[in-house]
């Protein structure tokens, strides 16, 4: 089995980055965790606009969301951040993290008294950590231990030609050693029940896609019942991806389905939930790149690979985005931003087989510390809480 | 007139995806198959490889992905003026 090296977390995880979260429970304690995080090495705010004012499966979905990010073995330890008044309390949120073994520590911006002292408290404990996260070092780890997050965004024509189906070959690698691998969005894998029914590991793993694929539709119709489209704006296929050339969101699942490879599906797993056990999940995310991307790194996944079409610069903060194009002519424009480009399948100069090998290693490379495009120059727009039902 | 490459996916599609920006005219080619676009046709656009009949399914990756608004020439571009697909609508027409 292949290795790659990456931290080595108490409860057996694998992180393939060693920061420190620092993560506010409600937004109003966003700029203190900024403040925080901006003093320490190594250190990363995840502000939001959550946290209070929310209810039941809503409210219970921000809670999972955040646990999931602090969780996430990319993060070697965490500090929460709550003001002291709002529904997610930040000592409950720390406990859901501490489950992990790794160092987490939690304080009220109340209890404190304001901003200055609960940044003060704040900085000495990420502090603390930082200092206890340099002493670590890289260790192999097998392929069995990698969350690979699958997502396109920006998609044109050459994604489903070649941009997913090399990486799905990448995928089926991974899965084969027995690592683990997030397919999602599920708007966008409307019309691909037929081909899900084949990949399904067993008949009650079947129900379950139908039924988050189903309830996905039945959402699209409550929300836009009453709302007249023009045909351009029909459902799910965004400017970009018409003029990429793709028609309908049924042609943009088709594409989109051949990222996960050739593997059965063993399981679904919700929104920024941690899988029990290993292979291929079906993520039950909807939403944008960022509410998908999130509830990929929630549920634990150390890399994601995210195919584009007509590029796309986003990242996430603490957790390498690969970008691969199927586009020769958007890597040349966008190459500042693109990590690998499989249009040289469609270019006639490498084979699929090839692109998919490639886009492997450079999956290992990038676990063991080669930085993405997007993690060199800083990019972290992928962040952002999916809201229950909503998207 | 020049010839253009193209790519059809699955044995058995109607449509083809063409490999680079095609002028009205040009010949669209995969293996042993040539089709003369009947209009401008950009790159990964898709173009019709037979004469279809009004609501035929349009078939790319051996799959449904929409349905055929109108009657439909051979060497046409199938694209949203002309497809239409029965999932994820989003509000009424």
């Given at each position: 089995m292949d290795q790659m090296l990456g931290y080595r977390r108490p409860n057996g995880t694998f992180g393939v980055r060693n920061h420190i979260a620092v993560i506010p429970s409600v937004f109003c304690a966003n700029h203190t965790a900024k403040l925080v995080a901006s003093q320490v090495q190594g250190a990363i705010a995840f502000p939001h606009i959550n946290g209070c004012g929310q209810h039941g499966k809503d409210l219970q979905q921000t809670i999972d969301t955040l646990a999931g990010i602090g969780r996430n073995?990319?993060?070697?330890?965490?500090?929460?951040?709550?003001?002291?008044?709002?529904?997610?309390?930040?000592?409950?949120?720390?406990?859901?993290?501490?489950?992990?073994?790794?160092?987490?520590?939690?304080?009220?911006i109340q209890e404190k008294g304001g901003t200055l002292k609960a940044v003060e408290a704040g900085v000495r404990i990420a502090r603390e950590f930082a200092f206890q996260l340099s002493l670590q070092q890289r260790e192999p780890f097998p392929v069995s231990k990698l969350i690979l997050g699958l997502k396109c965004g920006g998609t044109d024509a050459t994604s489903g030609i070649a941009a997913n189906p090399a990486l799905g070959l990448a995928v089926d690698r991974i899965v084969e050693q027995g690592g683990t691998a997030f397919l999602s969005e599920l708007a966008e894998l409307l019309g691909t029940e037929h081909i899900m029914k084949r990949r399904a590991a067993t008949p009650e793993v079947y129900e379950q896609i139908s039924a988050v694929l189903s309830h996905t539709e039945d959402v699209l119709e409550r929300m836009t019942k009453d709302y007249v489209r023009t045909s351009e704006q029909a459902a799910l296929v965004t400017p970009g991806n018409f003029d990429g050339g793709v028609s309908s969101v049924s042609e943009k699942?088709?594409?989109?389905?051949?990222?996960?490879?050739?593997?059965?599906?063993?399981?679904?797993?919700?929104?920024?939930?941690?899988?029990?056990?290993?292979?291929?999940?079906?993520?039950?995310?909807?939403?944008?790149?960022?509410?998908?991307?999130?509830?990929?790194?929630?549920?634990?996944?150390?890399?994601?690979a995210f195919t584009t079409g007509r590029g796309t610069p986003t990242g996430f903060p603490g957790v390498p985005v690969l970008k691969i194009t199927g586009n020769s002519k958007t890597y040349r424009n966008m190459e500042d931003d693109m990590d690998y480009n499989a249009g040289r399948v469609m270019d006639g100069e490498i084979t699929l087989e090839q692109a998919g090998q490639e886009i492997y290693q450079e999956v290992l490379k990038i676990a063991g510390g080669k930085p993405t495009k997007a993690e060199v120059l800083g990019h972290d727009e992928l962040f952002s809480i999916g809201r229950y039902d909503c998207f | 007139m020049s010839e253009k490459r193209m790519l059809i996916l699955a044995p058995g599609d109607n449509v083809g995806v063409l490999l680079e920006d095609a002028k009205k005219g040009d010949v669209a080619v995969y293996q042993n198959t040539r089709v003369t676009?009947?209009?401008?046709?950009?790159?990964?656009?898709?173009?019709?490889?037979?004469?279809?009949?009004?609501?035929?399914?349009?078939?790319?990756?051996?799959?449904?992905?929409?349905?055929?608004?109108?009657?439909?020439?051979?060497?046409?571009?199938?694209?949203?003026?002309?497809?239409?697909?029965v999932r994820g609508r989003e509000g009424k027409l």
């Open positions: 073995p990319n993060f070697g330890a965490v500090l929460v951040i709550g003001l002291g008044c709002e529904r997610v309390h930040a000592k409950d949120l720390a406990a859901l993290i501490a489950e992990t073994g790794k160092p987490v520590e939690y304080l009220n699942a088709l594409g989109g389905i051949h990222k996960s490879g050739s593997c059965k599906f063993v399981g679904v797993v919700g929104y920024a939930e941690q899988p029990k056990g290993t292979g291929l999940y079906l993520m039950a995310a909807a939403g944008d790149d960022s509410d998908i991307a999130t509830s990929l790194v929630a549920g634990g996944a150390q890399i994601i | 676009c009947l209009e401008d046709i950009q790159f990964c656009h898709k173009i019709a490889l037979s004469d279809l009949p009004r609501h035929t399914d349009f078939i790319k990756y051996g799959e449904i992905i929409g349905y055929a608004l109108r009657d439909i020439k051979k060497g046409e571009w199938i694209h949203t003026h002309n497809l239409d697909d």
